[in-house]
């Protein structure tokens, strides 16, 4: 079975500045996807990015930008020019590409940005 | 992007009562759905997930006949809390799925709170 792991329960960081939240995976698979997606105190759940497995490319969406290391099975995400807008919940999560599509979270980070 | 909403949004209930979520894809047909359950300051766990027309299928260790999911339409999943105890007090979240497998992009409900005294 899959399983998602964040070492981080808690992360601060200065606004404008840059912070990297850790990601690891246990996966016997050679094709599946990566996601990190944002809480905020709302509650809901956004998209941050994702990563297809069989792209070495590293995903990037704007101030948003991930190290995929495959064969270390290590995906951080990294925020530059952090905003007070960033301060959430994230969680990075697993889904294999052959399945229903149900993703597999980690326990999640908690960020803060102080002004 | 493609809209998920989940009725009601917060709901508070009697012990041995049932309790209903909906969850609507507004713009788009979800051919598959997810729920999930978060318990506070933790992480989403998958409860089940529901392909439109058939019987959900359910992760280990949750009580089928006690969540009841049915997903009668490419549009609406509802989830059926039954006889809910205050242990069920938690935070339920749907997501939807469209298109093929391929196609690995979940939106999710903005989740409901539901609390059991």
């Known amino acids: 079975a899959q399983t998602v792991t964040q070492s981080q329960p808690e992360m601060s960081v200065q606004e404008a500045e840059t912070v990297t939240l850790s990601c690891t995976y246990d996966?016997?698979?050679?094709?599946?996807?990566l996601f990190w997606y944002k809480q905020p105190p709302s509650r809901q759940m956004i998209l941050v990015i994702r990563?297809?497995?069989?792209?070495?490319q590293n995903a990037t969406e704007n101030r948003f930008s991930v190290n995929f290391q495959k064969a270390a099975k290590s995906f951080s995400l990294k925020i530059s020019d952090s905003q007070l807008g960033d301060a959430a919940m994230y969680f990075c999560a697993y889904r294999s590409r052959g399945s229903q599509g149900n993703l597999i979270f980690g326990k999640g980070t908690k960020l803060s940005v102080k002004p | 992007g493609a809209v998920v909403s989940q009725h009601p949004s917060w709901v508070i209930c009697k012990s041995g009562t049932s309790v209903k979520i909906e969850c609507r894809s507004l713009?788009?047909?979800?051919?598959?759905m997810f729920w999930y359950r978060q318990f506070p300051k933790q992480s989403l766990m998958l409860m089940a997930t529901?392909?439109?027309?058939?019987?959900?299928?359910?992760e280990q260790g949750v009580e089928k006949d006690k969540f009841l999911i049915n997903h009668a339409s490419l549009t609406l999943s509802t989830l059926t809390v039954t006889s809910a105890h205050p242990e069920d007090s938690s935070f339920y979240i749907c997501s939807a799925r469209e298109g093929s497998v391929n196609n690995n992009e979940q939106f999710f409900g903005p989740g409901t709170r539901l609390t059991v005294l």
């Open positions: 990563q297809e497995a069989y792209k070495q």
């Open positions: 713009d788009f047909q979800a051919t598959t």
């Open positions: 996966t016997s698979e050679s094709d599946y996807y």
């Open positions: 529901s392909n439109e027309g058939s019987k959900a299928t359910y």
